[in-house]
């Protein structure tokens, strides 16, 4: 048996998501038949998290273990020659067997893309939200301090997650000009569900002038979804990036 | 009688390009149902040129005259709010009775994206050209450079052109790395059918050693389509801007 581990990135506008549903198409699900018919055995994919329905991925990871030796590299040509277009492997490689995508994972980056325009741009759709209002990057960093450090993040997490533990530790958190965008990049130790949308729909409900910084500081004191952002929509998040200890992958 | 003309952007996956056909969706068939849709009347919509199946435009400008009187502002956001999201009008203007979008235009400019990666990019698809052997952009420059001039096209245009007088004039060809993108910028003063799509090819044969810089000369002599390069894919080519004389829009 062995461990593999894919490297892959996927544009997430045609998916519901990683995680296998009923009468849903998700990633997982397209890559488990695409290693189906490439090398004829059937695995159960471990990803390194959910991703919500339309969400994208730069850098995603998973393992797989199967009896079969094949080299890394001609199995990352394998499944390339077989996956749909919107998802791509990077890179493959062996990893030792307590390896797990989700549980080995150190860190994640998460990137947010903001177009702030009254005229939507065609190929930003599903891809960058469209904010219409007039957006003040100072304002938007002024919050996005806050969010850095160790705190109970209960009041930006979707209700009705299971996860008890809701404290998280934020490493970076800052929005950065990038041409016609506005790029949030956000770092940590984890994320609960829904979290790096609310940051970015409270950072944004700031910049409109409907909460204050130390509504926001409140927040870690005491749960409060609505006096946070709202969660703003899947289409502008991309994972970017996940850390494991030592390893470099 | 106003004369309408709308600066506009689209997405041209999803169309069977500009120019409207009996069972294929096209942009000008898109604008003129936003049009019927926005303002109760019935358009005939005046391109700028056609545009092949799955080619994109940054900016495209069309034209129509109607018994209206709509401000140009209210007329752009009137359409904006009843188009799919994969066109845009960026702006909108009244012009002289005797303006026409392609007629009066005195200079194009297309810009053309390659990806060159033995790896699909699920972010490019549609969009750039995933081009899988190595590329030396010198060696495109090459090529780009004997295209500026005043020279008989014959060669890089489709067969089966109407068109008769096949002479051009480019302004500027050249190839320039963009991150991750090879991307290709063309001006003249008008382009046949195909021909930055053939441009493109030849400067790619070029590049695979197919064909010499003195073959590339001798295509302007005599017409031999085989020699040039073929036709690369409609999806890489974004139609970027056109010059209307004295005028700026």
Known sequence: MNNYLLKITFLGTEYHGWQKQKNALTVSEALETAVKNALGVSV?????????????????????????????????????????????????FTVPKDFHARFSATEKEYIYKIYPSKTHNPFYENRVLNYKYPIDINKLNE????????????????????????????YLSEFTQKGDIIEYRVRGNGFLYNMVRILVGTALKYNEGKITLSDIESLFN????????????????????????????
Chains 1, 2 share one sequence.
């Open 44 to 92: 159960s994919l471990k990803g390194c998290g959910r991703t919500d329905a339309g969400v994208h991925a730069i850098n995603y990871y998973c393992s797989f273990t199967a009896d079969i030796n094949i080299a890394p590299e001609s199995l990352r040509l394998a499944l390339n020659s077989v996956l749909p277009k919107d998802i791509a492997v990077k890179k493959a």
């Open 143 to 170: 919050a996005a301090a806050l969010f850095v450090g160790t705190h109970d993040f209960s009041s930006f997490s979707a209700t009705g997650s299971s996860v008890k533990d809701k404290v998280r530790t934020i």
């Open 222 to 249: 005491g749960y409060n979804r609505s006096l946070a952002g709202k969660t703003v929509s899947g289409a502008g998040l991309y994972l970017n990036d996940v850390w494991y200890g030592e390893e470099i992958f």
